[in-house]
């Protein structure tokens, strides 16, 4: 009989702290909270500047650190931030495809394939962002974002980690979560994508305490990304509560 992995989570500060913001939302909130994080594998994607700063004010506390892009080749491209570099800067996984990367800069498929083959070969966990962009029903969300999620799986070792979050553009910032017979469906076809690899699955968009019990009592989801919670104190000891009370 296996034991089930135990949940994962993290968060994105975007662009939302600067360097003194940062320092002191780590200090203030996610230190304190290190033991309870690090029990959820726990990981904060940064701005590329804020790396290194944050790797030592959170030395020695199980939290990670990640990026928020990578760069798709080694090429040398002024500006780019290569694989090997995230590496060197002690980062466990970095994000790919965001849709606000997709939308804004019409990231393709097939260019965040190429930057999570590139971050898997540097030895990082990509995270790799599926989700639709407007409303579609289960059916056409689930279709959308297998086709987005094969790409990937096609150019990554079925031996290497990937960590897939299901985050429906509509949902980034927004108040309501999707449906979790919704999410669940988009859910179990990702899994087939998936299957053979070393994948695990998490949920984004308008996560607040309740959306992940909500979520889990549909479908097997590994966790879930956390947005505004994670800069709560009240929200994130009550996300933390949920990730940690067994199924």
């Not at 909130?29 to 029990?39: D, I, K, M, T």
């Not at 080749?73 to 931030?81: C, L, M, Q, S, Y």
């Not at 849709?99 to 393709?108: D, L, M």
Request: proline share 6%.
């Amino acid at each position: 009989m296996s034991i089930p992995s135990a949940p994962i989570s993290f968060t994105s500060t975007k662009t939302q702290l600067g360097l003194t913001r940062s320092q002191d939302w780590i200090e203030n909130l996610l230190l304190p909270n290190a033991e309870r994080l690090a029990a959820v594998s726990f990981f904060a994607c940064l701005p590329h500047p804020l790396l290194l700063p944050a790797r030592q004010w959170l030395r020695g506390s199980g939290i990670g650190v990640a990026a928020q892009d990578v760069a798709a080749a080694t090429d040398e491209v002024t500006g780019a931030v290569s694989a090997s570099l995230l590496a060197e800067a002690d980062c466990s996984h970095v994000m790919v495809g965001h849709a606000e990367r997709r939308g804004t800069f019409g990231e393709t498929d097939q260019l965040v394939a190429r930057k999570a083959a590139a971050a898997s070969a540097a030895g990082l966990t990509p995270v790799v962002c599926v989700g639709e962009t407007d409303m579609l029903n289960a059916s056409e969300a689930a279709t959308l974002t297998s086709a987005q999620a094969r790409t990937v799986v096609a150019a990554v070792p079925p031996e290497r980690p990937l960590l897939f979050l299901y985050e429906p553009g509509w949902a980034i910032g927004g108040t309501e979560a999707a449906d979790p017979v919704h999410a669940g469906h988009v859910l179990r076809a990702l899994q087939d994508v998936a299957a053979g690899h070393h994948a695990r699955f998490v949920y984004g968009g308008a996560v607040v305490p309740g959306v992940y019990t909500r979520l889990r009592n549909e479908a097997d989801w590994d966790g879930v990304a956390l947005g505004r919670a994670a800069q709560d104190p009240l929200l994130l000891t009550e996300a933390l509560d949920e990730l940690t009370t067994p199924k």
